[in-house]
Each structure stands twice: as structure tokens, then as C-alpha cells.
């Protein structure tokens, strides 16, 4: 196992890794809407979740990998009523390739956060 970190995606708030890396997957941690310098980007969904998406990103890239090679995604929300908007933002990152996924609503994220996205990649 490995584990992996970039500056250029919040640290981590608790004791866990951006993502491990292990048999040639990529097990992301979930992101929140915080910026890199940890800062909270509490604007509307919309711009929580293409926060988060750059965030996966990040992650995904300092692991050699891509949301190209997404296979797995988690998605927490904190209002159901959330959710056709979060999958406008969450397409645009995923224009052909649809990884499989499940939205979950949960009835609280940390940091107030109102989305939160894991996934499991290869890589």
C-alpha cells in the first residue's frame, strides 16, 4: 500500500490519507468543498461540487491517475433536493465516461459541507 497526498487538494482534516493506493487501485478519501489552502468554498451547490470535483482531481492525479479512470463513485448529499444540480456539475467532469455510482443523503458533512464525493479509481 501507499498512500499519496498533494498540496494541490486539501490536506487531510482528520487522521486518514487523500488516498491509498494498493493492487493498481486508487481508494480516494471523500472531498468537501474546502480549497487547497483550506478554506471553505461556501458558495451555492453548483460551486461546492465543482470544488470537490477539482479536489478528486487533484488527488487522482498525484496517484498517476484520472477521473478518466474513475470505475467507482460515492456521493453524499445533505438535501435530496440537491441532487439534479450536483449531477449537472458532477456530468461536466464525466462527459463519456460514466463510472458507476450511488448518491447517499446523509444529515450532515463535515464542515457544514453540502456535498462530499469519494471514488475508487484505477490506475
Given at each position: 500500500m501507499k498512500s499519496i497526498a498533494t498540496l494541490k487538494a486539501p490536506q487531510a482534516i482528520?487522521?486518514?490519507?487523500?488516498?491509498?493506493?494498493?493492487?493498481?487501485?486508487?481508494?480516494?478519501?471523500?472531498q468537501i468543498a474546502l480549497r487547497p489552502d483550506g478554506s471553505f468554498n461556501d458558495g451555492d451547490i453548483e460551486a461546492q461540487t465543482t470544488q470537490v470535483m477539482h479536489n478528486v482531481s487533484a488527488v487522482l492525479e498525484a496517484a498517476g491517475s484520472s477521473l478518466q479512470n474513475v470505475v467507482k463513485t460515492t456521493i453524499f448529499l445533505t438535501d435530496m433536493d440537491?441532487?439534479?444540480?450536483?449531477?449537472?456539475?458532477?456530468?461536466?467532469?464525466?462527459?463519456?465516461?460514466k463510472p458507476a455510482r450511488s448518491t447517499v443523503c446523509v444529515k450532515a458533512l463535515p464542515k457544514n459541507a453540502r456535498v462530499e464525493v469519494e471514488v475508487i479509481a484505477t490506475k
Open positions: 482528520g487522521p486518514y490519507s487523500q488516498a491509498i493506493e494498493s493492487n493498481g487501485m486508487i481508494y480516494a478519501s471523500g440537491d441532487f439534479a444540480a450536483v449531477n449537472a456539475v458532477y456530468g461536466s467532469f464525466f462527459a463519456d465516461h
